[in-house]
Structures are given as C-alpha cells and as structure tokens.
C-alpha cells in the first residue's frame, strides 16, 4: 500500500495513518508531492512508461484509487477563473494501466468546466468505466464543503468494455439507479439524471428536425450583433430592400 501525499503537511498526517493501521511507512513518497506528478519540469524524473518511483525504487500499481487536488487559481478567485487540476491525475492514473482505478472527483466534467472538453470527451467515450457514483450535493459527500456542482466517484476496470452503473445521491439517499451508456447519439455531454435518458429517446423516436437546426447562431450570417465595447446583444436593423430604389 503506496502513498503520495499532496504536501508537507499532508505527508505527516498520512504518517500518523500508517503508524495506528501498522503500515510500512517506507511506503509513503517522501521526496515529492503528488502535483509533481504533473509538473511537465518534474513529472519525467518521476514516470517511466508504466511505472512511478516510490523513494527512488520504480513501481508497477495493479490498483490507483485517489482523491486529486481539484482546482488552481489563475488570481481571480475560486470561481469561474479557477482552473481544474483533478483531469490531468486521471490521465497520469490511465497512462500507468493498472487494472482498477477509482477516484472522487467534482461533477462538474459532466456538462462544463474550463477546459474540460477533451476530459469529458475522452471519459464519455471510454467503455471501461464500470460504474459512476453522483453527488448531487457535495455535502452529501464531505459536511464541511461547498462545491458547486457537485461530486462524484468512478470505477474504472481495464478489463470491462460496456455500459456503466449510473447510481445519483441526493440528501443521503439513493434517488436513481442505471446501466446506462455514458454518452447518449446526439448528445455532446453527459445525461446526470437517469430519468431523462427516456424522454430524450421518446423525443428521437420522432424523427422531427433538432433544435439547432431551426435556430441562428449568436452572431448571423457572421455578422457581431453585440453593442459597441459591451457583450449585450441587440436587434440588427433590417431593410425591406438590400438598397435603395430597389
């Protein structure tokens, strides 16, 4: 049983962990964090192909499980500019091919996300992930967090090809259960609630024309339709004929 902390501080308090539960602490990363993992000046002293050093000695993890720094700041708070870090621990966790990986992560991947598109698209795709468990309300998961959108843990097995175990949670409960495809014909991102995967087949079986291909774009035609130095979008201003004494 390996571990790499995330800090100095988290360090000591995974050693107290493994001191109670009579573990060896020689197996508790001590030279580097887990953000080294992926530090681009860093991560190659420390991933070689499918394996990661544990105090120099190289390793090969048959199972990861995690629970990954989330987000960075870019300087303008936690919101909408802050930057998503959990994604790039998924990928260093796929490149090492271990047979299981299970990690908590925000919910967020689902539908949105700065700079999530090619994570939501490579993980909606992937038929090995066995099973997804949903948080609606991150509270439900971790009392003393607030996280919009809330979390979620998955099940990756390398050795499954198929549908996945949707289960969502709300106020402690379990409120929805599916085997279900992660991601829908037509659809570009992820179905959170299990119960509208029927309505939207019963709307297909129509066979009727999309939304989007009744609609215009933001900008017509490629003309700016927003006011002067603001985002507001106004009306054009049309002409009954395209030029005078037409």
């Known amino acids: 049983f390996y571990s790499i902390p995330t800090s100095k501080i988290a360090y000591e308090f995974t050693r107290k962990v493994y001191q109670l539960l009579d573990l060896d602490m020689r197996n508790i990363e001590a030279t580097y964090t887990s953000y080294d993992l992926i530090d681009e000046s860093k991560k190659d002293q420390i991933i070689e192909k499918e394996t990661i050093k544990i105090n120099n000695k190289k390793l090969k993890f048959d199972v990861i499980v995690g629970n990954p720094p989330y987000q960075e700041s870019d300087g303008g708070g936690m919101g909408s500019s802050a930057l998503p870090l959990y994604q ?30 090619e994570f939501r698209d490579e993980m909606l795709n992937d038929k090995r992930i066995k099973g997804i468990t949903d948080y609606l309300n991150t509270k439900d998961c971790f009392p003393d967090v607030d996280l919009k959108g809330g979390v979620c843990y998955f099940l990756w097995d390398k050795n499954y090809n198929g549908k996945t175990n949707v289960n969502t949670y709300e106020n402690g409960s379990l ?11 037509g659809a570009e991102t992820f179905i959170r609630y299990n119960e509208a995967i029927s309505i939207l087949h019963k709307v297909q079986n129509f066979n009727e024309k ?17 006011e002067a130095g603001g ?4 009306k054009p201003k049309f002409k009954k004929t395209p030029f005078d004494n037409c």
């Open 175 to 185: 409120i929805s259960n599916a085997q279900r495809d992660l991601l829908e014909k």
């Open 88 to 117: 790039k621990f998924v990928y260093v966790a796929k490149q090492q091919q271990p047979s299981f990986i299970s990690m908590i992560i925000p919910s967020r991947w689902f539908t949105g996300g700065r700079g999530l598109d």
């Open 231 to 234: 985002y507001k979008r106004i």
């Open 210 to 226: 999309s939304f989007a291909d009744i609609v215009s774009a933001n900008d017509p035609f490629g003309f700016d339709t927003r």
